[in-house]
């Protein structure tokens, strides 16, 4: 019987109907002390669900940990856009993702934006993202939504969920890609210094339309991936998929020195592929060195007139990018570092951007029948080799890792790993702490909720102080 219920369930995508408070959950082992902060994780989690939107576009829903002195509490909260407060006071779903408006929907609405992909922290704010509009800032200890946040009008339009903190200077890097407006090939970038103001804010032209949902940043250069997910107002008018899989149109990736301009940007290309994440990258001598998470064919996507990508290509490996910049050629090289699937690479945040000796990424089993489905953890060191594996259960499923130093001053990768983990049996969550450098020892505590945490995107540890 309870076989039978896993069997049906097989997944942990659906939303949960509610906001909860838990000031005091159960812990298995014994969290440890230094850990004393907030993981606060962001995924998709419609209000009300839509026959016709993409999982991606579900409305936001932030999930905070706190954990303190060995005490945990766990708290949710939809964040409140605009979208999201016109369908609560409409008591249905009224837009379809990517813009596109439900029959009977008011002429006068827009759809604000989900704000569903990551939570950052950054100059005193809390910042939830996605990568079409502005980011929403939220209350740290209530989850309460305060609205846009636009630099005081310094900047506009999109804003990616992947910028990069520089942790020399504390400058936030950003994109936006669609910057011209919906499925444009226009894509916007600039940096915001350690104190929140906006320093720059520039504009450039891709080859083509594309879903650009992370970007490269090192000590001297900023790199954009442009791969062919392809954006099409035409299509999108016609009821065809807005964004859609056409990989004759290669691969590029534009490179701009970070104190340079837009119009200097180098394109590089390379064969056609897919990356949704990267690790992290750094410069050696003339040469970029970049790790991605890089799939044959976008996954969760279709070609152009609606026919599925194949499966067996859509699944990402560690990959690594090389570029050189005083060669004689505008071709960067792929190189698999693993043949595991994976997902959601990250790395000790104090080396964004600088050369890095450790890494970690939620893996498939590959034992399993699951296809795609993230339920073990890798440790892999600056060359890609593992260090460490670890394996969930039969059927439970991992999110993100994300790292937390032991403090401030402790060495590269010493420190902790947090992950929500599905309990598939249970059907419900934990949040797992595992030792960064012995993952394969398995959690040190598990901290237990009463009820799951659907499968997300991305979150971010701040710590109390």
């Known amino acids: 019987m309870q076989q039978d219920a896993v069997a049906e369930r097989r997944h942990n995508l659906g939303p949960i109907p509610f906001e909860a408070d838990a000031p005091f959950l159960k812990i298995i082992g014994e969290l440890p002390r230094e850990l004393n902060g907030t993981l606060y994780r962001n995924g998709p989690n419609p209000q009300f669900e839509s026959p016709v939107a993409h999982w991606f576009v579900g409305d936001g829903m932030l999930h905070a940990f706190h954990l303190e002195n ?23 779903a009224l837009f379809g993702g990517f813009g ?15 704000a569903n992909t990551n939570i950052i922290f950054h100059a005193g ?3 939830a993202l996605e990568e079409l509009h502005l980011p929403t800032e939220i209350e740290p200890g209530t989850l309460a939504t305060r609205g846009y ?6 900047i506009a339009g999109t804003f990616t969920a992947h910028p990069k903190i520089d942790p020399v200077t504390g400058e936030l890097v950003f994109f936006g890609y669609n ?20 320093t720059r804010f520039e504009r450039f032209e891709a ?20 791969l062919p997910l392809t954006g099409s107002m035409e299509r999108a008018m016609s009821g065809r998929p807005p964004y859609a899989w056409e990989p004759d149109k290669g691969a590029y990736v534009g490179v701009i020195k970070r ?6 940007i180098v394109w590089f290309r390379a064969e056609a592929c897919y990356v949704f994440h990267v690790m992290n990258a750094w410069e050696e001598g003339d040469r970029i060195i970049a790790d991605v998470m890089q799939f044959e064919e976008a996954p969760l996507f279709t070609h152009p007139d609606g026919t599925p990508t194949n499966p067996e290509k859509s699944f990402a490996r560690h990959c690594r990018w090389t570029f050189d910049l005083a060669g004689n050629t505008d071709r960067f090289q792929q190189t698999y570092l693993d043949d595991l699937t994976g997902e959601f690479p990250r790395i000790d945040d104090r080396r964004a951007g600088l050369k890095s000796g450790h890494g970690w990424y939620a893996c498939a089993n590959p034992t399993l029948p699951m296809f795609g489905a993230l339920s073990g953890v890798v440790h892999v060191d600056g060359k890609g080799k593992r260090l460490g594996h670890y394996l969930l259960p039969a059927g439970d499923t991992i999110s993100e890792p994300v790292f937390v130093q032991r403090s401030k001053d402790a060495a590269e990768g010493d420190g902790w790993l947090l992950a929500v983990v599905w309990r598939a ?11 960064a450098g012995d993952i394969e020892a398995g959690p040190v505590a598990l901290v237990q909720l009463g009820h799951r945490v659907p499968d997300g995107f991305h979150g971010n540890w701040v710590g109390a102080q």
């Open 259 to 264: 104190k340079g301009s837009a119009k200097d």
């Open 149 to 154: 946040h636009n630099y005081q009008g310094r």
């Open 207 to 226: 080859p083509y339309a594309s879903m650009v949902h992370d970007f490269i940043v090192t000590e001297n250069h900023l790199l954009f991936p442009i």
């Open 179 to 198: 910057a011209a407006g919906p499925l444009t090939p226009a894509l916007s970038y600039g940096s915001i210094d350690a104190s929140g103001k906006a």
């Open 70 to 92: 060995g005490r945990a509490s766990h708290r949710n909260r939809w964040i409140r856009t605009s979208k999201w407060l016109a369908e609560h006071d409409a008591g249905r």
């Open 425 to 435: 049996r249970e059907n419900r969550s934990d949040l797992a702490v595992f030792n």
């Open 125 to 127: 704010k809390l910042l």
């Open 100 to 114: 596109r408006k439900l029959p009977d929907t008011p002429a006068n609405l827009t759809d604000g934006g989900v």
